[in-house]
């Protein structure tokens, strides 16, 4: 939206060709759509398929379940909440991108520039805010507490959307809420697919369906994306004539508090299923210094040395696949049991780094909370980490 300031100014004539303001904007697209198109066909490389995963029986049971444990997960808390979660969040945002312009023009005065310039504002809001949430993620603060703070943002920001959005309001009621809805997505997006993913581990009967969970998860987001507009503009938004006659002058109906009720529930879901997780101790913490073996020897074969230090557990060097560590190397901590490292899935990827995007922006956090388990098992960085 940033572009559209300078783009508002362009008046060229070349060759009888006239360029303005008006069709300038169409030019850019097919520019950058013709660019990008380039790149893909020159600069892509497709990935290949690895056919050297073994697979055991177990997981070839477990993946044969299909579309049956797929539509059974999805009554699962832990996954209906995240799922909602996506679709609030980018309805609720929907609001903001229909509602401004038309909203603001009647009350404000305001054009496409001025709209623009609110839009462009709110992407250096949105990615300021991602370093914020990256920096909370390293220091251990809790995927849940991120996510909760988000949504008590939203409720209070859309809340003061609907009330402050009337005729002849000062410019700082239109903008003050927006900014704050702009810094609640952030908290929201990233946080939403890492509780995700790691449910869809959790759940044995979705082993081998994270790439469909994840293209479930952002077919909600654009559900909300083509649905949400056309309703806000025939029930939520006022015509300038039903503004005048209101009471108090609202550019917003009522109906427009489906954004803050639909972040209320979400809340109240994530509050239910962080108890349930807390119960079932999904949420037990890991001692730093707890390891695992990459691979577990007999119990007959242990010897008494390790028996009797049950502490620490010297991982042995795996035997292909990757090259063997320097001695001085220190003893590589994994993830808990539950969570089962797998390789890097392009596809999957994808699917994780679309579900977190707003405005055009994807967040750059791509793992979550302390969660690597889309790393190449052959990559030494991977290890390292």
Known sequence: PAVNVGLGQVQWNWSGLEVNKLNVVGLVLVLINLLSLL???????????DHSAHHTEDEKQQSGHG????????????????????????????????????AA????????????????????????????????????????????????????????LWAWWVDDAPIWQFVLPIGACAMAFPLLAPTNRSLFTKAVDDIALLDGHQGTMQAILSMAASVAGFVAPGLIAAFVLRKPSQVDESRHHRELTRLALFAPVLSALVLVGLFFSYLKALKKGKKKKVSPKEVITLEETPKEEKPKEEEANKDVAIPEIPPAGRRPAAEDTPLMEKAPPTLKPRGFKPRVHIHRHDSAKCMGICHPHTHGEHYHHDCDENDDASIEA
């Open 105 to 160: 023009y009647h009350a404000l005065g305001w054009g496409p520039v001025e709209t623009s310039v609110v839009f462009g504002a709110n992407t250096i809001i949105i990615l300021v805010m991602m370093f914020a949430v990256m920096q909370l993620s390293k220091h251990r603060v809790k995927d849940e507490l991120i996510m909760a703070s988000g949504l008590i943002i939203s409720i209070v920001s859309y809340s003061l």
């Open 67 to 102: 579309w049956w444990a797929v539509l059974k997960s999805l009554c699962c808390l832990q996954i209906m909440v995240p799922l909602l979660n996506i679709f609030a969040f980018n309805a609720n945002f929907q609001l903001i991108e229909t509602g401004l312009a038309p």
């Open 39 to 49: 790149v893909v066909f020159l600069l892509l490389e497709e990935p290949t398929e």
